[in-house]
């Protein structure tokens, strides 16, 4: 299926011809008919000599009307531009040009109808030369009458060209239907339609729906007038909804494939064309079929950043519109550079934004987004609508690959530094470290991490265990050297404070495996553990406190601990009389 759009100046016979093109009504309104014209979108569909189908989405020509035709016009792609043979170009067959243009269509043909009334020829050379001037060139013309038929049999031959011209759809890219239309089923709910420009949808299959918390499910759906268990793009559906209150929604939400789209409400955007010098300070955005009042803020010559009433799932390179509902102008289109940009509070923020967005173009870039946002995770990025096709460096966050190095090395001067201020702790807290980087993830410190650095219960330090402060290892030495022949002898407390062994210090050794707490001032070297054991499973079994501290050549002090000890680890086992024996 291709979806045309008309488009021209009120009573030109736009209706008249879909109607004599499909045999189907497209004024769906009694007042419409009462009235002889159209006020919102009309629907119809034929079958071209191809065998192919056109849907066409016919608006209202009148000047009022001009934000229902933006509606049917702004997800569509090709347009049937129409102009009577006995009025010519008109001002609403420039406005609705404007806004086509405005959008970038580029696919389109004119057609002047009320032939029967007028020479077509002046009003086709003139609307030719208009519409050349635009984003759809040079477009093939056909003069009609919808009264008598005469041109019919050319205009659908002339569709057929024109759908064998449009780009394939993308049926795997995501989701976003423009709601056109909403009403209640008697018996089956809310239904919506619109025109699926791109993608797949199901029946079963969850959307999500800006401001819903919880996502839709779509009940059934109907393309053409007959249900159907899928649509793929192009398509015109009606999409019923299992559970949506009808007030949930209308003309300009959208149903969206989930987590595929960033709702925003400021963009920062490419004015199309020459921008006027002074645009108002307030406009309408026009996008898709919604419609939202926007305050404009203008950054370089052909850049503002817009900020919408209302957020809107819009993507970078996204085409919209601005219109002055005021004067009744099509201001521009533009192309949305950015849909996430950054505040802009310092001062020269805003011109230093402005030489950013010289440099974009509206194509999704990788790399770019990466080297100006430094650190994303792909799931923002995919939502922005830039496609990630790079590793990311931790859980889904991307870096830029400059910015990840420099991190790099901030990260090993900063556990350096910390390691300098406080020698006696096993390395800098993980914690600590993501604040000083101002990282918004723990998972990035520790992907940051590199040999000889390690984590280790929560911090980074050197990857050697052993590591001690000089100082303490210092001290670790001195007892090895004074002790080492009388393993048993814990240096007395005065003696540890001698040798600078203060309580953090001996932590730090014990931490480090150099010494062995057995009670706050009592330690002893690491191999004491294995040779008490060796010693006492020496004595005749069971053997007493008495007995240990003599076979081990040392006091109380030590013996109760180290036994005790001993008997937590399963090398000794303690009897009801109070002796031991070696478990072996
Ligand atoms: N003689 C003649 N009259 C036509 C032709 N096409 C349309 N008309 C008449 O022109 C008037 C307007 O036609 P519509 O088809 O309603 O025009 P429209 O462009 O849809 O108007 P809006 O939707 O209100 O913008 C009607 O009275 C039609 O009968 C034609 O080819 N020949
Ligand atoms: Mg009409």
Same mark, same amino acid.
């Given at each position: 299926?291709?979806?045309?759009?008309?488009?021209?100046?009120?009573?030109?016979?736009?209706?008249?011809?879909?109607?004599?093109?499909?045999? &189907?009504?497209?004024?769906?309104?009694?007042?419409?008919?009462?009235?002889?014209?159209?006020?919102?979108?009309?629907?119809?569909?034929?079958?071209?000599?191809?065998?192919?189908?056109?849907?066409?989405?016919?608006?209202?020509?009148?000047?009022?009307?001009?934000?229902? &035709?933006?509606?049917?016009?702004?997800?569509?792609?090709?347009?049937?531009?129409?102009?009577?043979?006995?009025?010519?170009?008109?001002?609403?067959?420039?406005?609705?040009?404007?806004?086509?243009?405005?959008?970038?269509?580029?696919?389109?043909?004119?057609?002047?109808?009320?032939?029967?009334?007028?020479?077509?020829?002046?009003?086709?050379?003139?609307?030719?030369?208009?519409?050349?001037?635009?984003?759809?060139?040079?477009?093939?013309?056909?003069?009609?009458?919808?009264?008598?038929?005469?041109?019919?049999?050319?205009?659908?031959?002339?569709?057929?060209?024109?759908?064998?011209?449009?780009?394939?759809?993308?049926?795997?890219?995501?989701?976003?239907?423009?709601?056109?239309?909403?009403?209640?089923?008697?018996?089956?709910?809310?239904?919506?339609?619109?025109?699926?420009?791109?993608?797949?949808?199901?029946?079963?299959?969850?959307?999500?729906?800006?401001?819903?918390?919880?996502?839709?499910?779509?009940?059934?759906?109907?393309?053409?007038?007959?249900?159907?268990?899928?649509?793929?793009?192009?398509?015109?559906?009606?999409?019923?909804?299992?559970?949506?209150?009808?007030?949930?929604?209308?003309?300009?939400?959208?149903?969206?494939?989930?987590?595929?789209?960033?709702?925003?409400?400021?963009?920062?955007?490419?004015?199309?064309?020459?921008?006027?010098?002074?645009?108002?300070?307030?406009?309408?955005?026009?996008?898709?079929?919604?419609?939202?009042?926007?305050?404009?803020?203008?950054?370089?010559?052909?850049?503002?950043?817009?900020?919408?009433?209302?957020?809107?799932?819009?993507?970078?390179?996204?085409?919209?519109?601005?219109?002055?509902?005021?004067?009744?102008?099509?201001?521009?289109?533009?192309?949305?550079?950015?849909?996430?940009?950054?505040?802009?509070?310092?001062?020269?923020?805003?011109?230093?934004?402005?030489?950013?967005?010289?440099?974009?173009?509206?194509?999704?870039?990788?790399?770019?987004?990466?080297?100006?946002?430094?650190?994303?995770?792909?799931?923002?990025?995919?939502?922005?609508?830039?496609?990630?096709?790079?590793?990311?460096?931790?859980?889904?966050?991307?870096?830029?690959?400059?910015?990840?190095?420099?991190?790099?090395?901030? @990260?090993?001067?900063?556990?350096?530094?910390?390691?300098?201020?406080?020698?006696?702790?096993?390395?800098?807290?993980?914690?600590?470290?993501?604040?000083?980087?101002?990282?918004?993830?723990?998972?990035?410190?520790?992907?940051?991490?590199?040999?000889?650095?390690?984590?280790?219960?929560?911090?980074?330090?050197?990857?050697?265990?052993?590591?001690?402060?000089?100082?303490?290892?210092?001290?670790?030495?001195?007892?090895?050297?004074?002790?080492?022949?009388?393993?048993?002898?814990?240096?007395?407390?005065?003696?540890?404070?001698?040798?600078? @062994?203060?309580?953090?210090?001996?932590?730090?050794?014990?931490?480090?495996?150099?010494?062995?707490?057995?009670?706050?001032?009592?330690?002893?070297?690491?191999?004491?553990?294995?040779?008490?054991?060796?010693?006492?499973?020496?004595?005749?079994?069971?053997?007493?406190?008495?007995?240990?501290?003599?076979?081990?050549?040392?006091?109380?002090?030590?013996?109760?601990?180290?036994?005790?000890?001993?008997?937590?680890?399963?090398?000794?086992?303690?009897?009801?009389?109070?002796?031991?024996?070696?478990?072996?």
């Amino acid at each position: 299926m291709f979806v045309v759009a008309t488009a021209g100046h009120v009573d030109h016979g736009k209706s008249t011809l879909v109607r004599a093109l499909t045999g &189907m009504e497209p004024d769906r309104w009694a007042e419409e008919r009462r009235r002889g014209m159209t006020i919102d979108l009309g629907f119809a569909w034929t079958t071209l000599p191809s065998g192919g189908t056109v849907a066409f989405v016919d608006v209202p020509g009148h000047e009022r009307f001009v934000p229902n &035709m933006l509606a049917g016009v702004g997800p569509v792609p090709a347009a049937l531009i129409v102009v009577a043979a006995d009025e010519g170009w008109m001002p609403q067959s420039a406005e609705h040009l404007a806004a086509l243009d405005a959008l970038g269509v580029a696919y389109g043909l004119l057609a002047v109808t009320r032939a029967d009334l007028a020479d077509p020829g002046p009003a086709t050379a003139r609307a030719r030369a208009e519409i050349a001037e635009t984003s759809l060139g040079a477009v093939p013309a056909v003069a009609v009458s919808g009264l008598t038929g005469a041109g019919l049999p050319q205009l659908r031959a002339a569709l057929d060209r024109l759908a064998a011209q449009l780009p394939a759809p993308v049926v795997d890219d995501p989701v976003r239907l423009w709601v056109d239309r909403s009403f209640t089923v008697r018996g089956s709910g809310t239904v919506v339609t619109g025109t699926l420009g791109a993608g797949r949808l199901r029946v079963g299959d969850e959307l999500e729906l800006a401001g819903a918390d919880e996502p839709v499910r779509v009940r059934g759906l109907h393309s053409l007038g007959e249900a159907r268990p899928e649509a793929a793009a192009v398509a015109r559906v009606a999409v019923n909804l299992r559970g949506t209150p009808r007030d949930r929604l209308g003309r300009g939400d959208a149903l969206l494939t989930p987590g595929r789209f960033h709702h925003t409400d400021l963009v920062d955007v490419r004015l199309a064309g020459d921008p006027a010098a002074d645009l108002p300070a307030t406009l309408t955005l026009h996008v898709g079929s919604a419609a939202v009042p926007v305050r404009v803020r203008p950054l370089g010559p052909d850049t503002v950043r817009l900020r919408l009433a209302r957020p809107l799932p819009l993507l970078v390179g996204d085409r919209a519109l601005l219109r002055d509902p005021g004067r009744h102008h099509v201001s521009g289109g533009v192309r949305v550079l950015d849909v996430a940009p950054p505040p802009l509070g310092r001062r020269g923020a805003a011109a230093a934004r402005a030489q950013v967005l010289a440099e974009l173009d509206g194509r999704p870039d990788l790399t770019g987004e990466l080297r100006r946002r430094r650190l994303i995770r792909a799931s923002a990025l995919i939502r922005m609508g830039v496609p990630v096709h790079a590793e990311p460096v931790a859980g889904d966050w991307l870096a830029d690959p400059a910015h990840w190095r420099r991190l790099g090395e901030q @990260l090993t001067e900063e556990v350096a530094r910390h390691v300098r201020e406080h020698p006696l702790e096993p390395g800098m807290p993980v914690d600590a470290l993501r604040q000083r980087l101002a990282l918004p993830d723990r998972v990035l410190v520790e992907a940051l991490v590199r040999p000889p650095l390690r984590i280790h219960a929560g911090r980074v330090g050197a990857a050697s265990a052993n590591a001690l402060p000089e100082p303490v290892a210092l001290a670790v030495r001195r007892v090895r050297a004074e002790y080492g022949d009388r393993p048993f002898r814990a240096p007395e407390a005065d003696r540890l404070v001698d040798l600078g @062994l203060g309580p953090r210090e001996i932590g730090a050794a014990v931490r480090a495996g150099a010494l062995l707490r057995l009670a706050d001032n009592v330690v002893l070297l690491p191999d004491a553990l294995d040779d008490a054991v060796r010693v006492l499973a020496g004595l005749p079994q069971p053997f007493t406190l008495s007995a240990a501290r003599q076979a081990l050549d040392t006091t109380r002090r030590v013996a109760v601990p180290l036994l005790e000890l001993l008997d937590r680890r399963g090398a000794t086992r303690r009897l009801p009389d109070d002796a031991r024996i070696v478990v072996t």
